[in-house]
């Protein structure tokens, strides 16, 4: 079983809500962990902010090379050939950590599931099959990987996705985010999308727009 290392950042202390934040391939924990003073959260939020790292593997698209991935790249055509096997171990992990902030007394209703990239792709699959409503799944710069394979929740039927992508990425292609917001719209999910003009990262107008989502979502 996949038991995953991670970093915690409390915005204050006794917190009643958590982010759990995906990063991309070949990064960390860490990517994400400076964003939180730019979210433009309100000084009484209280959420514990979770990054966890990805297993190290081989990842076949750079040559075998182990570093820190979700799942394996096989190919990196337009409908990107993914190991969805580990996909979903990494998704499963991951609902092991909502289950413990559930056990240390966050509601699931409280809790916001994030990914950038690949990242991304297993925040899908969490927040959409995951057994108990959360807050609400943010996709960044991502596909979704599993959109053929996902066996939905009822829990979550309702949950609000909003997907962010760069106008200019010449790693997941931008057409890629907009198929994925058509997909989850076809399964019924309240989806809303948006982009700015910006490569295959994040930049400041989006994350205060992260952050705003996150105020919704949390009642901040």
Not at 9 to 28: C, K, Q
Not at 174 to 180: A, I, T, V
């Amino acid at each position: 079983m996949l038991e995953l290392e991670v970093i915690e950042r409390e915005t204050r202390a006794n917190p009643d809500a958590a982010v759990i934040w995906l990063h991309g391939l070949g990064a960390s924990g860490h990517d994400f962990e400076p964003v939180i003073p730019e979210l433009g959260l309100p000084d009484d939020a209280a959420i514990r902010f979770i990054f966890p790292h990805a297993p190290v593997m081989p990842v076949t698209i750079n040559g075998g090379v182990a570093m820190p991935a979700w799942y394996d790249i096989k190919a990196m055509d337009i409908d990107r050939v993914v190991d969805t096997e580990q996909l979903c171990a990494s998704s499963d992990a991951v609902g092991r950590l909502i289950d413990r902030e559930i056990e240390r007394g966050i509601a699931s209703e409280r809790i916001i599931v994030a990914g950038f990239s690949q990242g991304g792709a297993v925040a899908y699959q969490l927040g959409l099959s995951y057994a108990k409503p959360l807050a609400g799944v943010l996709g960044l710069s991502t596909y979704f990987a599993t959109a053929g394979t996902l066996t939905p929740s009822e829990a979550n039927r309702q949950t609000p996705i909003r997907i962010y992508h760069g106008q200019f990425d010449p790693v997941v292609p931008e057409q890629l985010g907009r198929r994925s917001a058509e997909q989850l719209s076809q399964l019924g999910y309240a989806v809303e999308y948006g982009t700015f003009p910006m490569d295959h990262s994040v930049c400041l107008e989006e994350i205060i727009e992260i952050g705003r989502f996150f105020g919704e979502r949390l009642s901040l």
